[in-house]
């Protein structure tokens, strides 16, 4: 069972253009979140999506970023205009649910292995 | 104030020394997570608790729910373990984690 996937794993992109992240969840996850790290700081929660839909986008910032996860395929965090503040590692966390067992493993959240973006 | 804060911010110890990271939190959680990214970037999921205390191999997690508090015990501490450590808290009202600014670890032979 292959981890979440991440890719590309290194992206360099001109002021102006647009960066498109892609992250393939584990096998039977259907949660997926989205998290940026920015050189020097913590990282920090962006969206979960659910198949085909947003379930929480109070970390996007409002304008140039917009996420989706449709019913086949990756799930794709899309940045528009890039500017050079946007440079950052940009991780996804897959999970099979999100509701909480006594186990605690069923809604844990898997990281990938983070797309670093360079805007020049 | 951060709604979770972690101590300390660096950490050096040498190798075989017993190793603490405390991580302090002021939302109600579901659970708590405890991530480990090395420097090549990488995340890996250490822990994720809600009570109690887990045990895997030299690693150690705590939780007390009550003072809103967990810790990340290592044992016979190596320098492979040298690392940043940063707890995450999924908050009781929804799915998003929020975390701690990280712990950097350098263990020394």
């Known amino acids: 069972n292959a981890g979440v996937m991440q890719n590309p794993r290194h992206l360099v992109r001109r002021r102006g253009q647009e960066a498109r992240l892609r992250c393939s969840p584990m096998k039977g996850h259907s949660h997926v979140y989205w998290y940026r790290q920015l050189p020097e700081e913590g990282l920090k929660f962006m969206v979960y999506l659910q198949k085909e839909n947003i379930i929480d986008e109070s970390g996007m910032p409002k304008e140039r970023f917009s996420a989706e996860f449709p019913k086949e395929g990756p799930s794709i965090l899309r940045i528009q205009q890039v500017v050079r503040g946007d440079s950052a590692a940009y991780f996804c966390?897959?999970?099979?649910?999100?509701?909480?067992?006594?186990?605690?493993?069923?809604?844990?959240?898997?990281f990938g292995p983070g797309t670093r973006l360079t805007v020049t | 104030k951060n709604e979770v804060e972690q101590s300390p911010q660096n950490l050096t110890a040498q190798e075989g020394e017993f190793i603490t990271i405390n991580c302090s939190y002021s939302v109600g959680i579901s659970a708590l997570h405890w991530l480990q990214q090395h420097p090549g970037g990488g995340i890996v999921s250490l822990f994720m608790?809600?009570?109690g205390k887990k045990k895997h191999g030299r690693l150690i997690a705590t939780i007390n729910i009550q003072e809103k508090h967990s810790s990340l015990h290592i044992t016979a501490s190596h320098p492979r373990d040298s690392a940043v450590y940063i707890c995450a808290a999924k908050e009781t009202s929804g799915s998003r984690l929020t975390f701690g600014e990280g712990t950097q670890l350098t263990v020394n032979p």
């Open positions: 966390a897959s999970s099979p649910s999100t509701g909480f067992g006594t186990s605690g493993s069923w809604n844990e959240q898997y």
């Open positions: 608790l809600s009570s």
